[in-house]
Each structure stands twice: as structure tokens, then as C-alpha cells.
């Protein structure tokens, strides 16, 4: 069964990435403040969903800071399949098969909506194992799509209880008999495919990054976040976060024991004296609830053998003592929650989404996770700030994040003044090739 989806969906995968597009560039990049020209970055602040327009259309972008509007004119105008009225989308969406559709409900909400009218049938599950074995496979509640990544949650008032639990899958799901001119029958056979299994014993303080009132979070790698209530220990809600990168694949093509299987990476060998260190383009966003903190991407990042220590390269992305080049994040970073009953938000608890390409712009890291803003009592050497330092930290096989913000108290915002990528060795040789 697997292998016929395999042959069956893998021709379509180049038309998710046609839809969705290209990383956004200097051209296409949310502008705000700060933004010098000639600057190997842009940045951009937005709330809710954005729009972004062709790189030679007339747009409008505004500073989310001082209110301004700066207008860039050209004489050609280019209208996105986005922009069109739904019935004609759904009139195009009528051509398409089955799987097509699949591909194309992972571009945007508007996209996920309007593709399962028309019988894609993909949705997310999680299913809570007890230790006797009992499962329990709950459908998606609720769901927000990001510029990299989807955020997918569940919530209800029938959990079981927590202390009877032993793990959690994350699986994608889709119909196992689709036909293109009727809709899944809504509870018939559906095809499971693991994206990654989680132990609910890690549930221990040293997970928690946050709290309000009400509940408590856990962060579980990768990228699962779940919350439990202060006062009963019970579950609340489950929020995942999937980036793009591989989306389809993982969520339609692993087994419901097995996930999918990246292809062999076959390296493109170069003789440069530094090969694999130089050329990056980092794409950043910061996000929580639907509430958007950061959007930028930073180009031509690199580094150099003297900057490699304890098995990482180190990529310097903002500089801590260039003034130039840090960041503001507009208001009070956090995350925002919901269920049934209840509502909340929960502060320094953003969820941070990377990508970063190599030079032939080939997808080299990709992760969307919960992150905390941990206060420092000893900031790094360096400017000193009139204000709270925070730092922020990611880890995972490929490499590490570590970023520092400072909170400026007149104008309630954060600014990042550093960030740096550190890069597993181990990845880089194994991605290009090389031998360091």
C-alpha cells in the first residue's frame, strides 16, 4: 500500500512548491524599520494573515512602527491565484484529482479549506496510548498556517487522564479509497502515516517553558507543545507544529508504525577551500496564536574554518555590537491558547520557525518549535542595554539557535541584538561532501 501512495503522489510534490512559491526575498519580505538599503536582510512585522505580492507589482507595504506607508510603482501587475474569488478557485480545483488536492491544501488556510470542499481529505491525528495498550485517535480541532509552517491543535473536554498514558503519535491522515467526483465518506477507513511519536513520561519540569493562571506547558521535541491545567494535572491542549519542508511526504507516505523516509542526499562535490561554509540564506519567523512577532530573511550568511569549535560551524546572523543590524518585535511576545472554555495567553513563549538554505538555495535546516525567553542575569560582554536581557535557545541533530533580546520598557518591545546559528559539522560534511 505504501509503495503504490509513493508512486501515486510523488509526481505532485513540484506542485506544492509551484503554489507555495519561493523563500520570500529582499523584494518579497515584510519591510520595517531599520532596513537600510544595500543590507543583507529584511524583516517585517505583521498580526493575523499577510499578503505578499509579486516582486513587480504596485504594493503598499506599512511600517508596523511609525504608521507609514512607502508605495513602489511598476507598470507591471501580477494577480496570484490567492487573490482570486473562491468560486473560480473551486471551479479550478474541480480539475484536479485527488491527490493533486492533497498537495495543494498544504499551501495556505484558504487553500486547506477550499481543497478539502473538493475531497483532499487530509487532517492530522494524535493518538493517545495507555499503558494497557487502550488508544484513543482524536482528529484536529483547529489549525493555523504560518508562512513556513502549520500549527495544528487539539482540544476538547474528554481527555483521558494523564497519569493513565504512556505515549503520543503525531499522524497525518487521508483517505484510504479516494474518488475524485465524491467526498471521503466521513468515517470510513482512513490511511495513517506516523510523523513522530512522543513519550509522555518526559513530561517534567525540565520540559515546562511556561505558564499562565491556568495551565502549564511542555515542550516535547520536535516541535509538540502540550498544555496541562494548574489545578488537576489533566491534558488541556496539544499544539504541533510542522514545517513545510517534507509536509506532504511525512503526513501521506509513512506507515501508522513507520515514518516516512527522506531520499539519499547525493552531495554536489566542489574543491573551494571553504566549501559548505558560505552562501546561506536564512528564513525567520516568529509566531504565536496567529499573532505574527517576526518575519525576515537574511542572505549571503557565512562563516570560516577558524569559526569552528566543539563539532559546530558558527554563523554570525546578527551582530551583537552592530547597532545596525538588531530587530524589533512588536509587543508582548507570547503564545496565545484556547480551548473549549477557557482562553489565555502565556508570555516569552513565541514559537520560532527556521529555514535555512545553502547555496543552491536547497532546503539544508528545517524545524518549527516552541521556544522560551529565559531572563539573564549576566548579559553578554558587550553594549549595555537599558533594559531586561532574555535568551532564547534551540537544539536539535543539525545544529543549535541562540538569540539575545532586550526588552525596552518606553517603547514595550523586544529587540533581538543577537542571533547566531551553530552548525553540526557532522551535517555539513555529510551534505556537501566535505571533510572538516
Known amino acids: 500500500m505504501a509503495t503504490g501512495r509513493g508512486r501515486m503522489l510523488q509526481p505532485r510534490w513540484l506542485g506544492l512548491l509551484a503554489l507555495r512559491g519561493p523563500i520570500p526575498s529582499g523584494s518579497e519580505a515584510w519591510v520595517g524599520a531599520g532596513a537600510a538599503p544595500g543590507c543583507p ?7 493575523g494573515p499577510g499578503i505578499r505580492f509579486a516582486a513587480n507589482c504596485t504594493t503598499v507595504r506599512q511600517n508596523a512602527r511609525c504608521g507609514q506607508h512607502y508605495e513602489k510603482s511598476s507598470c507591471n501587475y501580477f494577480v496570484s491565484l490567492d487573490g482570486m474569488p473562491s468560486e473560480v478557485l473551486l471551479k479550478i480545483l474541480s480539475y484536479l484529482d485527488a491527490v493533486s488536492l492533497l498537495c495543494t491544501g498544504c499551501v495556505n488556510r484558504r487553500f486547506y479549506h477550499l481543497s478539502n470542499d473538493k475531497i483532499s481529505g487530509l487532517s492530522w ?6 499503558k494497557s495498550g487502550k488508544e484513543y485517535v482524536l482528529q484536529h480541532v483547529d489549525l493555523s498556517f504560518n508562512d513556513t509552517s502549520v500549527t495544528v491543535v487539539w482540544y476538547g473536554k474528554t481527555w483521558p487522564h494523564l497519569a493513565t498514558l504512556s505515549t503520543l503519535d503525531l499522524c497525518g491522515m487521508t483517505p484510504v479509497f479516494m474518488d475524485r467526483y465524491k467526498p471521503p465518506v466521513k468515517n470510513g477507513p482512513r490511511w495513517h502515516s506516523l510523523i513522530a511519536k512522543y513519550n509522555l513520561s518526559h ?15 511542555f515542550c516535547l521535541n520536535p516541535g509538540l507543545l502540550v498544555g496541562l491545567w494548574k489545578n488537576e494535572e489533566e491534558l488541556a491542549f496539544v499544539m504541533a507544529n510542522l514545517h513545510f519542508h517534507h509536509l506532504v511526504e511525512r503526513s501521506t507516505l509513512g506507515s501508522a508504525t513507520l515514518p516516512y523516509e527522506l531520499p539519499p542526499h547525493s552531495p554536489f562535490l566542489d574543491d573551494s577551500p571553504e566549501y559548505g561554509l558560505s552562501g546561506y540564506q536564512l528564513h525567520v519567523d516568529m509566531h504565536g496564536g496567529g499573532v505574527f512577532y517576526l518575519c525576515g530573511t537574511f542572505r549571503n ?8 569549535e566543539d563539532g559546530y560551524v558558527k554563523v554570525i546572523v546578527i551582530n551583537f555590537k552592530n547597532n545596525r543590524e538588531h530587530l524589533p518585535l512588536i509587543g508582548k511576545v507570547g503564545l496565545v491558547w484556547r480551548t473549549n472554555a477557557f482562553d489565555g495567553f502565556i508570555e516569552r513563549c513565541p514559537i520560532l520557525d527556521v529555514t535555512l538554505l545553502d547555496e543552491k538555495r536547497k532546503p539544508f535546516w ?25 535568551y532564547v535557545d534551540y537544539k536539535d541533530e543539525v545544529g543549535k539557535v541562540h538569540a539575545e533580546l532586550v526588552w525596552i520598557e518606553e517603547t514595550e518591545e523586544y529587540f533581538i541584538v543577537s542571533l547566531v546559528l551553530y552548525l553540526s559539522v557532522a551535517k555539513i560534511n555529510y551534505w556537501f561532501g566535505t571533510d572538516y
Not at 41 to 47: L, Y
Not at 203 to 217: H, K, W
Not at 301 to 308: A, D, E, H, N, P
Open 41 to 47: 536582510w529584511a524583516s517585517g512585522f505583521r498580526m
Open 125 to 130: 491525528a494524535i493518538i493517545l496510548r495507555e
Open 203 to 217: 513530561l517534567t519540569e525540565s520540559a515546562m517553558i511556561g505558564c499562565d493562571r491556568l495551565v502549564r506547558i
Open 301 to 308: 550568511l557565512f562563516s570560516k574554518k577558524g569559526y569552528i
Open 366 to 390: 528545517c524545524f518549527s518549535s516552541p521556544v522560551c525567553m529565559r531572563p539573564v542575569t549576566c548579559p553578554s560582554d558587550g553594549p549595555t542595554f537599558l533594559g531586561h536581557t532574555y
